[in-house]
């Protein structure tokens, strides 16, 4: 079920819009192809699946309201085996009910996309407001040895864009993409330019050439990716999320079959790393003191950034913009060039772990958290690189 | 029509799959029996239906049979199949789950799922314990059953999912032990026909889990235990209403069998359609 591109257009209304994050997730999938939604109510998230209902029938999908998050990530993936790019939305407590499915998607190659717009927690915490604090859930949530390939966008432009990247890497890698705004983003209104067919690329999940006589539902020869056979087409695939071989029936004791199956699902993602992996860099020749961010705290940081390169303080900025995998190497690099790096985050700590890893004592690592739904004011920012300025030496 | 089992065997069956998992005594097997006899009775394509079911005993049948099915994640069967059959409507989508999977952790999917009518065979394999994990109370398991967490007797009341279903408005609702062949297969069949959501409860013995622990480990008196322990609706009612003392004091221990309900509702696939021919561009 391909949608037809000008009733698209049509669902979408004018190139240039005043939308908030939220929004924009929604018009970025439908951009994508995306032709099912599944999902439930949950602030600050809410209005992509508003958005959805209205786009969704106007253009030859599905919108489906279920009984729970839970059901709303069963329920993609029923729909991505049948073809279609799916997707869902939440907050950090529909994400955590998400879990269990989310491994399900990951250990079945069901591509499909979700949609997080963090807010305080834990539990139900602030609703209202944004927060980053579900960026280790991201990784680590689900049970078992998996990657995952996890998103951030710092503004409402990036937001639509970073959703279609989203739905083209979950097709290409043939797993669920998270794609992670915080409430403040979701809900704050920029203009936004809506990129024409010939702006951005699609990607459709391979769809296997073999026969249904030859065709073995998980068999990669030789790449890391299976070819698809959607429901109804005659293949009659078993999906299954127990340890399976690559006809896809169970072999739960087998210690080779596992291996292979969850290490081929883990390379899939870590051996094309360089291309999942994305970043923004600034002032990364000319710097010996770097900030790293993500998300929306970057536009803050970019601020400060600027800021103390007036007051004489040579800071630079790395952006992270896919979260996982992680940009190792990426940080690795700035830290052998800085004397230290700060990293705000609106939680307690959560990126600043992988950074301080990868950084390895190459520099010092200064951590600047604010949480209770507030952003990083630039002037915070600014006032951490001077003392850092001051206090860390080469 | 007589069926040989050699047919229905090469026609349906996923050859690698064999031999299962089940028990002996076990009627998972005779379920997936009915459903092939009804499914070559409606000579059906299996190219164009998806087997969907969560995690237990009865939710590894998918696997036996040559279609394209999704095994998922415990009592979530229902919420996938919303999803296959939401955006394919055209497939029909068939739904193996237990008791435990569908009405204990997935209540709120079965719930759901009928409200919103999707046009979906459910057939719920009822053995009145988690069979899998070795023989735990269910939600299923009678008053006074003895599980391996339930040593001392259930103290819980057992949830009738037909009633539920029934209440709901469920297109179709049948319940059969699996010692009856035929009334199942038709019901099956009347399942896979009907428009909507239709739900076939089957009484199934667990000799092994459930059995053992509560004076029906022979094989003969379990399957005994339910041909005595059932009665036709038809006359469940009249008993209900006009039966004598005895023959009310019988009953509390029986459960009712028959179809309950068998009516026409719109689903929700052809609502969708209707909303998008309302709302196109």
Not at chain 1, 24 to 40: D, S
Not at chain 1, 41 to 57: H, K, S, Y
Not at chain 1, 80 to 85: D, H, I, L, Q, V
Request: glycine share 8%; with cysteine.
């Amino acid at each position: 079920m391909t949608p037809d591109r000008s009733l698209i257009r049509k669902a979408l209304g004018p190139k240039v819009q005043f939308i908030h994050g939220d929004d924009a997730c929604a018009y970025g999938a439908a951009l994508a192809g995306c032709t099912f939604f599944a999902g439930y109510p949950i602030t600050p998230a809410t209005e992509v699946a508003e958005t959805m209902a209205q786009i969704l029938p106007r253009i030859g999908g599905c919108y489906i309201q279920m009984e729970d998050e839970i059901a709303s990530m069963g329920a993609i993936i029923g729909a991505s085996w049948t073809g279609a790019k799916a997707m869902t939305s939440t907050s950090g407590p529909g994400f955590s009910l998400m879990q269990e499915n989310l491994g399900y998607a990951i250990m079945t190659e069901t591509p499909c996309v979700v949609v997080n717009v963090q807010r305080s927690g834990p539990s139900t915490g602030q609703p209202t407001l944004g927060a980053y604090g579900d960026m280790m859930q991201a990784r680590w949530g689900t049970h078992g040895d998996h990657e995952i390939i996890m998103l951030c966008p710092s503004s409402v432009q990036e937001a639509l864009e970073l959703t279609i990247t989203s739905f083209n890497l979950a097709e290409k890698f043939r797993t669920p993409v998270l794609l992670f705004l915080d409430g403040e983003l979701g809900h704050m209104r920029e203009r936004v330019v809506i990129p024409e067919d010939d702006e951005f690329e699609i990607v459709d999940r391979v769809i296997t050439s073999q026969s249904p006589h030859d065709y073995q539902a998980f068999q990669t020869n030789g790449s890391l990716v299976p070819p698809f056979a959607p429901f109804g087409t005659g293949y009659r695939t078993y999906v299954t999320g127990l340890t399976h071989n690559e006809q896809g029936l169970p072999r739960t004791t087998s210690p080779q079959i596992h291996q292979h199956l969850v290490q081929r699902l883990v390379a899939k993602i870590i051996t094309n790393q360089a291309e999942i992996i994305a970043y923004e860099e600034l002032y990364a020749d000319d710097c010996d003191l770097a900030v790293i961010t993500y998300g929306l705290t970057a536009g803050a940081c970019h601020d400060a950034v600027a800021e103390a390169r007036r007051r004489g303080i040579r800071a630079g900025m790395l952006r992270l913009i896919t979260i996982w995998p992680f940009a190792d190497e990426v940080v690795a690099r700035w830290a052998s060039r800085v004397r230290a790096i700060l990293v705000p985050e609106m939680n307690l700590g959560q990126m600043v772990h992988p950074i301080r890893e990868a950084v390895a004592g190459r520099c010092v690592v200064s951590f600047l958290p604010k949480i209770g739904g507030e952003l990083h004011l630039p002037a915070e920012i600014t006032a951490a690189l001077e003392t850092l300025a001051i206090t860390a030496a080469r | 029509m007589m069926k040989k089992a050699e047919e229905l065997r090469q026609k349906y069956l996923r050859h690698e799959m064999f031999p299962t998992i089940f028990c002996d005594g076990c009627g998972i097997g005779n379920v997936l029996n009915y459903t092939l006899w009804a499914m070559d009775e409606l000579d059906m394509d299996l190219d164009r239906t998806v087997f969907v079911s969560g995690i237990g005993c009865s939710s590894r049948l998918p696997g036996y049979i040559h279609a394209d099915a999704l095994h998922t994640t415990h009592g979530r069967a229902l919420a996938f199949a919303t999803g296959v059959k939401a955006a394919r409507p055209d497939l029909h989508v068939i739904v193996f789950t237990g008791d435990g999977d569908g009405s204990g952790i997935g209540g709120n999917h079965f719930l759901h799922a009928i409200r919103r009518n999707i046009d979906l065979t459910v057939i719920l394999i009822n053995n009145f314990t988690y069979g899998m994990t070795g023989g735990q109370a269910a939600p299923t398991t009678p008053i006074g059953g003895i599980t391996t967490t339930t040593p001392y007797g259930n103290i819980e009341h057992p949830l009738d999912v037909c009633a539920v279903a029934q209440a709901l408005g469920a297109s179709y609702v049948a319940r059969w032990p699996v010692t009856y062949p035929y009334q199942p297969i038709k019901s099956i069949q009347q399942g896979i026909t009907k428009r909507g959501f239709a739900l076939i409860e089957m009484l199934s013995p667990c000799p092994t889990a459930y059995g053992r622990h509560n004076n029906l480990k022979n094989l003969e008196r379990h399957w005994q235990w339910y041909r005595d322990h059932v009665v036709l609706k038809e006359e469940y009612e009249r008993i209900e209403r006009f039966g004598t003392d005895t023959e009310r004091a019988a009953l509390r221990d029986k459960m009712p069998i028959g179809v309950f309900q068998d009516i026409e509702r719109e689903t929700f696939s052809d609502q969708w359609q209707a909303l998008v021919d309302r709302v196109k561009l």
